[in-house]
């Protein structure tokens, strides 16, 4: 499978992955990477639902898939990997999940330091897994939907400092 798209959104599943993400990408796959949602039938249910039956969904713990998942870039079909936070992609990432692109769409947090667009609006904690991410070489954009203008994380994170 080819990992089109690394994903951090909190809702997960939601219309601007289903109407935007799957046809721009033409991904055949979503693989939502989340501990709650893999312990959860209920859940696991609800978002199976929502998705196209012409569209496989794979739901799986964090350590599981880091460790088991097989895939290659540019091969077979095109799949979107979903995280709900910062840094669950940074355990997945630390535990052998290595991407070098990370999409951040939406995350909210009530104790904000940085908000980066009006979706993004990042805590301390989210600072330091993007910070670990950027310096592991990871590029990390923030946009919603794919026709958007993607903010480059870095230099958001940069220009704090200045």
Not at 107 to 118: D, F, L, R, T
Not at 151 to 159: A, F, K, P, T
Request: with cysteine; charged share 25%; glycine share 6%.
């Amino acid at each position: 499978m080819d990992i089109a798209l690394v994903r951090v959104d909190n809702r997960l599943v939601h219309g601007q992955i289903l109407e935007a993400w799957v046809p721009f990408i033409k991904a055949s796959c979503i693989i939502v990477v989340n501990d709650h949602v893999a312990s959860d039938f209920f859940r696991e249910t609800v978002i199976k639902m929502a998705v196209p039956r012409d569209v496989q969904v794979i739901i799986s713990s964090i350590e599981e898939f880091s460790r088991n998942f097989t895939y290659q870039e540019g091969c077979g079909e095109k799949a979107i990997v979903l995280f709900s936070e910062i840094a669950d992609a940074l355990k997945a990432f630390n535990l052998g999940f290595k991407f070098d692109k990370l999409n951040i769409g939406n995350i909210y947090n009530e104790v904000c330091v940085q908000q980066c667009s009006p979706s993004v609006l990042l805590g301390e904690g989210d600072m330091q897994a993007v910070k670990t991410l950027l310096d592991a070489g990871v590029d990390i954009d923030v946009r919603r939907v794919p026709r958007e203008k993607p903010i480059d994380l870095r230099r958001v994170i940069n220009s704090i400092g200045s």
